[in-house]
């Protein structure tokens, strides 16, 4: 699910791939295609706007020398009375003037509860990007690339959040992104199997 109709697109690596093509189909006029060579891709501004309430599907083509290695998923444009109520319940919090951090991970339980898993990514990776050090910042992030199966990306910012948490001695994050990391390990390990 999102709110942004025009969503950052990512996906997990396939090993040996040389690039993807991205199919997003839809309701017209929504039916587009590139060929990129990373896992990620802004919604392309040249391109119509996914409409609330509908639902799109994104094919990922992995070509890796002469073969094709199709994935596809869904996204649910969220209704506009769900996205206001979303909004309303983000300026609330905004008016509590808590620290950055602490709006950032309540913004994201937000986001996560909704299932707007694109949200909550651009949340905390603003956060990151704004210099914290905050541990559970790194984990909640890593976390929610697992759901999205970005297990590299997870990985990294888990391997941040440890760092972290073992730097301001903090057993309790440092217990939960050990956890993370594990699942985000094994995850990737049996991805990679699947795909060779």
């Not at 791939?17 to 501004?45: C, F, H």
Request: no cysteine.
């Amino acid at each position: 699910m999102s709110i942004n109709p025009r969503p950052m697109l990512s996906w997990a690596t396939t090993p040996g791939a040389s690039s993807y093509i991205v199919q997003v189909q839809g309701i017209a006029p929504v039916n587009w295609e590139r060929e990129v060579q990373n896992t990620q891709l802004a919604y392309p501004k040249d391109q119509p706007v996914m409409q609330p309430g509908n639902v799109y599907t994104i094919n990922i083509i992995a070509k890796r020398g002469d073969k094709f290695i199709p994935s596809s998923t869904f996204v649910l444009l969220v209704p506009e009375d769900r996205a206001r109520q979303v909004a309303t319940t983000i300026e609330r919090l905004e008016s509590l003037k808590q620290s950055p951090d602490e709006q950032a991970i309540d913004t994201d339980a937000v986001y996560n509860a909704q299932g707007l898993l694109d949200e909550s990514i651009a949340v905390l990776s603003a956060r990151i990007k704004a210099g914290s050090q905050n541990p559970a910042i790194y984990r909640l992030l890593g976390e929610r690339y697992l759901q999205g199966d970005a297990f590299s990306a997870a990985s990294s910012a888990l391997a941040n959040a440890i760092a972290l948490a073992q730097k301001v001695n903090n057993a309790d994050e440092l217990a939960k992104a050990e956890v993370e990391a594990k699942i985000a390990a094994q995850a990737q390990a049996k991805v990679y199997h699947q795909r060779e």
